[in-house]
Every structure is written in C-alpha cells, then in structure tokens.
C-alpha cells in the first residue's frame, strides 16, 4: 500500500511567535514545514523548492503579500496561498482571492481553524494534479486503453461510457464493490466535453449527512460553532466539470433533496445560507444496489433514482467476465513488477486454471491486491505456481455457472517454461486487445513501443 506524502508547507510572516506557532502546529500534525521570516526570503524558497500551500502575511516590509501571491503563481502556479492578516477588511480578501488565493486567516486565529483551511487547500492542490495527470492520459487515448479485458460484457460496458461520455445526462454506475466505478467514472469524465474541468470525488457512506451537506453545498460564515470562515463546498469545486458521488444509496433524505434540486434547477444553496448560487456541474453516482429496493423501503427518493435511470450503467462482477481473468492478471503483473523493480516470470498454468476458477467476491480490486501481495513475496524470474495460492483460491469448488464460464485455456507457463514463451500470450493478448494498434498494445503492457516490437518478433518466431 503506498503512502501518501506529508503535505509541504511554507509560512512567511515577520512576527517570530507566529512562525514559531504554526511550525510547531503543522508538525504536530505529520506536515513538513518550512519558515521564512521575509519576502525575499519566502521567493527564494519558492524558487527551490516545491510546497502544497504557502502561507503569508497580507502586511510585511517591504514586498507585501499581494505581490508575493502573484510571485507564488508565476512561479508554481499549482501551490495553494492562503493569506494571513490582522487587518481584514472586504476589499483585500476581495484582492487576494482575485490573484489567486485560496483563502485567507484573520489572526488571532485557532490551531484548528488553520489545519482546516490548509488541509482543505492540500486537498484541493492534490486533486488538480490528478485531474493534470488524467486528462494528459485521455488525450493519448491511454485512459480507454487502460481497460483490459475482451469479454463481451466489459466491450458493453466501454462502449456505452463512451457513447453516454459526450452528453450531459446524470449517470449511475450500479456494480458490486471492485467492479470499477470509480475507475470507468474518471474515464467518462475525461472523455467528455467537461475534460478540462475538475473531477470532484465525494463518498456519500460513512460521514453524518450533516457533515456531507456542509462538505458538498458549504457554509456560510457562523453556520456553526467553528465556522468563523464562509466554505464553498465541493460542487462549487466541481463547477463545469463533474461531481462524482460514490455510495449515493447512502446519502440522507436531506442530501437526496438537495442533489434532486441541484439536477433540476441547476441552484444550490448552502448550509444556513438564504443566496442561490447558479451551478454547471454534470452528476455521475455510484450504488452497490439496486436503488428498486431502498425506494420500496421509502430510504430513497423515487424522483432522484428516475432522474438518475436513463443513464444507468450496470458494470458485470468478474465472476460473469472469467475470460478477461487471465488478461488481468498479466496486466497487473506487469504493473507490479514495474513498480517494484523485481520482476516475475508469470503464472504457471495450473495457477491460471485455479485463478480463473475462483469466485473473487471483491471483483478486479480483490484480483489486483491478490497479484500485489504474492509479487512481493516470490524472488526475482520467479513462476506464480498453484503452491503460491492460498487454500480459499486453490481448493475452491466450481459453481455450475463457473464450469460454463471457465474459459478456452490461455497459453501459460509451466515452472520448466522459459520467458519467452510467457512473454508471447501477453503480447498477442495485448496486439489483439488493441486490434492491431502497436502503440496501444505497447501501452497496455506499460512497456515503450520499442521494446513491444522486439517482444513481438520473438513471439512471431523467424519470419
């Protein structure tokens, strides 16, 4: 499991027990961060370094904040500043946030109160990056690549996203957990119209609804005990771009109201707030159920699940796809070994009948973490053999409905069997996958084009 880097923050004021504070604060919270008690001295930090957030003071000698805002973002556009100030007043938060800013503190403030706000703006830098990085990867194609399986279920499923990517209607993606919903959301959103805007994610399960609504539709100033700042909330995050709710048959009477009104009048409101706000942001939602029995149950709003209905995308468990199980396999190997610079050979064929055989309840999530656990354990050039699966794998019974499904044997190897011939199904699984596409098929197995062709001769033979 990869960890996620501590947030890198810089704070830039001239008042010493200020530096002081929030050094010690942000370290307490598992932060890195770095001082500076000038302007010249906060650019020169900038100019070196790379942070999430850089916190200043409106007001210091010399150079004052404002110009240092705009020095921020000619130099790391990405990084959020917030702006520190015991002189608020409407026209210089009016002016910060024009240049840039994310947001700003009136001092004296709370500990609390700044890992709030700064832990929002780390948030917020974070999924800029991600949505960067995606959206480069739908314009080489690689996002619709990166699909693997040849199943006529998952072709139907590729087929429908891209259909349904181009139009503006509400989508709901119904699948067990590990089917992908998360994953065939992101590339509906980065082939569609609204590519160039945010991708916001929200999970409607495990939070109070009162903490969701607050999170999506934000607050007004004093709305509640700690709310000394005005919060915009996620939709407004997603603002041209598109809102992604995962787990929605969680989502409370409230929110479903409120997601309802944001479909049809395209206005929100926030929380304790009177002002409508005018929002363009397309709905994409996720439910492990069929919504047909939470409405009986009257624990969701018929109307949202109708609004939500021509747009339905049913994604099939793996059990129903068993052909695409070996593809996956190999493909998250190949990532696998990539990342840990220790490569496996492979499955022997043995492994492969016994995978494809099995029922994985967690669908391709549970396959994935399967091929991560046992690539760390075996030694480098190694065969994933059948002794290598555990017993619930190994000795699992199959159902009538998998003996129908087991698919043609895949060519695999044996422990005896050399790379070569493990490198040739991958290869022409890869090709066919791509219907020919050299560059696709050399994306699909996470290698340069070079390298593809090379392994392609070879899986050829002499010509």
């Not at 699909?147 to 067990?176: C, D, K, M, W, Y």
Request: charged share 25%.
């Amino acid at each position: 499991m990869r960890i996620a880097p501590a947030n890198r923050i810089l704070v830039v004021d001239d008042e010493p027990a200020i530096l002081m504070f929030l050094r010690e604060l942000f370290g307490a919270a598992g932060w890195e961060a770095h001082t500076a008690s000038s302007v010249s001295e906060g650019v020169d930090f900038v100019e070196r370094d790379r942070f999430d957030v850089v916190l200043t003071d409106l007001k210091m000698p010399g150079q004052d904040g404002i110009e240092f805002l705009r020095t921020i973002k000619r130099i790391q556009p990405e990084t959020e500043v917030v702006m520190m100030t015991g002189h608020a007043t409407v026209d210089s938060a009016i002016e910060a946030m024009r240049n840039g800013a994310f947001h700003y503190l009136t001092k004296p403030f709370q500990g609390e109160e700044v890992l709030n706000l700064v832990g929002k703006a780390c948030d917020r830098k974070r999924l800029r990056q991600e949505n960067l990085f995606l959206k480069s990867e739908a314009r080489g194609g690689h996002l619709l690549n990166s699909v693997v399986g040849t199943s006529p279920q998952i072709r139907n499923v590729l087929e429908t996203v891209q259909r349904l990517a181009e139009t503006e209607t509400p989508i709901l993606f119904v699948g067990e957990r590990g089917s992908g919903k998360n994953f065939f959301a992101r590339i509906l959103h980065f082939h569609s119209p609204r590519s160039q805007h945010l991708f916001v994610p929200v999970h409607c399960g495990g939070s109070t609804e009162e903490f969701l609504l607050r999170d999506l539709f934000g607050y007004v100033a004093g709305a509640f005990g700690q709310a000394v700042l005005p919060h915009p909330g996620k939709i407004a995050l997603a603002d041209h771009g598109t809102l992604f709710l995962s787990g929605i048959d969680g989502a409370g009477g409230q929110m479903q109201e409120r997601i309802l009104r944001l479909l049809t009048t395209r206005r929100t409101v926030p929380v304790d707030g009177s002002e409508e706000r005018e929002t363009d942001v397309r709905l994409v939602a996720a439910t492990t159920v069929d919504l047909a029995d939470p409405v009986a149950r009257g624990a969701f709003s018929a109307a949202l699940r109708e609004a939500l209905t021509p747009g339905t995308i049913v994604l099939p468990p793996l059990r129903e796809r068993v052909e695409d199980i070996p593809l996956l396999l190999h493909h998250f190997l190949f990532a696998a070994n990539r990342e840990r610079k220790k490569p496996l050979r492979g499955f022997s064929q043995m492994a492969l009948d016994a995978l494809s055989a099995y029922p994985w309840p967690g669908n391709v999530r549970e396959l994935e973490e399967f091929v991560q656990t046992v690539s760390s354990k075996k030694k480098q050039g190694a065969v994933v053999d059948a002794s290598d699966l555990p017993p619930d794998i190994l000795y699992v019974r199959k159902t009538r409905s998998s003996r129908a499904k087991t698919p043609p044997a895949v060519p695999g190897p044996g422990i005896e069997r050399s790379i070569e011939d493990l490198e040739t199904p991958m290869v022409l699984q890869a090709l066919a996958l791509a219907e020919g596409d050299r560059d696709k098929a050399a994306a699909l197995l996470h290698i340069d084009l070079s390298t593809f062709e090379k392994l392609l001769r070879r899986a050829q033979g002499p010509a």
